[in-house]
């Protein structure tokens, strides 16, 4: 069993690391039930109309329902997670969020729906989209301190014909990425000439270019006090006065200097763009922020993937997720580093 009973109380002990080991921990609903009530009350349950502690009533018909032995009010596990009001099995959600969160290029709808046997698509991409909401850590930590940090903007998107020359539909993309030495265990991301590799990463969807918007973007990133490198682009330009040792380099198109200077940001940028057009064949910018979030969530969790699994699932115990309306309608806005209330075009 994933969770273990030990004076009254559920910890969360172990995490599938294989196929097979997610099948023994996983075989049935009440193992599913058993491991979600120990991320939701890892002390014990609580119930949340009267506070009163201690071993729940399980009505044998409603598998995932608590009813408090107190007040006698019922609370479902669900309720408050990414799988609020579910009527999917949840088996199926967590075989889905081992799948995705485990497989190096993740998964598009259309192969989760295939896999999972989800009926119909819009089901798969709504639950993918949960999962995605689940991605980003509330109270995730700022990047940086020991650690140089390059900064850089790119567009995200397709080229547009018929419209005329220097007409787009491209996003606007930010990202932050340390620069760390490498050690024995972290030398697949080496840089040619230098024995560096990628740290944590952060992307975020803005409107422009300005210096409000990209300095705004570094404080939220990145730790004060850190080393900053960026192009010589003047939306730069406040860094050094929000106490970051900001280097500007003048990139003018020298792809030399750029593979000196700049050579994380830029990889990971293409690495992000090769992901989107090989799994999702591009996505639209209502939801280009989402993409990032799991993109994001992976790529710093690449050298230990398996623990991913268990992050969704912790992450996604009191978060709001996106309703089928608020995906479709284009009113759900995805998480943000600066909290900007935006929502993109759809255009």
């Not at 910890?11 to 196929?19: C, E, H, N």
């Not at 969160?101 to 729906?113: E, I, K, S, V, Y």
């Not at 943000?336 to 075009?345: D, N, P, Q």
Request: proline share 5%; with cysteine; hydrophobic share 35%.
């Amino acid at each position: 069993m994933p969770d273990s009973r030990e004076g009254g109380r559920r910890s969360v002990t172990a995490f599938p690391r294989t196929l097979l080991e997610f099948q023994r921990l996983f075989p049935d609903e009440g193992a599913c039930t058993a491991y979600l009530e120990a991320i939701r009350w890892p002390g014990g349950y609580v119930c949340h109309h009267c506070n009163w502690s201690g071993e729940p009533w399980r009505p044998k018909r409603h598998a995932t329902v608590l009813r408090c032995a107190a007040c006698r009010r019922d609370t479902a596990l669900t309720a408050g997670t990414i799988m609020r009001r579910t009527r999917t099995p949840l088996q199926v959600w967590f075989w889905g969020a081992y799948l995705v969160t485990t497989q190096t290029p993740g998964m598009a709808a259309l192969q989760f729906q295939r896999q999972l046997g989800v009926k119909p698509y819009e089901t798969a991409f709504q639950m993918l989209h949960k999962l995605r909401a689940a991605m980003v850590r509330p109270d995730r930590d700022r990047i940086g301190g020991r650690w140089p940090v390059e900064v850089d903007e790119t567009y995200v998107g397709g080229k547009t014909r018929g419209e005329g020359r220097g007409v787009h539909h491209k996003t606007l993309v930010v990202g932050a990425v340390e620069v760390r030495e490498s050690s024995e265990s972290h030398t697949r991301t080496k840089v040619r000439r230098r024995n560096v590799y990628a740290g944590r990463l952060r992307f975020q969807v803005i409107p422009d270019r300005q210096g409000e918007t990209l300095c705004a973007f570094v404080a939220a990133a990145v730790d004060p006090g850190s080393a900053v490198t960026t192009d010589g682009w003047v939306g730069y330009d406040g860094l050094a006065a929000l106490g970051y040792c900001h280097e500007a380099v003048i990139i003018a198109g020298d792809q030399e200097v750029t593979d000196e200077s700049l050579p994380m940001v830029y990889l990971v940028f293409s690495n992000l763009k090769t992901w989107l057009l090989g799994t999702h064949h591009g996505v639209s910018p209502q939801h280009l922020q989402a993409y990032l979030n799991e993109y994001v969530f992976r790529f710093n969790r690449r050298f230990y993937p398996m623990t991913a699994f268990n992050s969704v699932l912790g992450i996604g115990v009191g978060i709001e997720a996106p309703t089928y309306k608020d995906l479709y309608r284009g009113e759900k806005r995805h998480p943000k580093l600066t909290g900007v209330a935006e929502v993109a075009s759809t255009g």
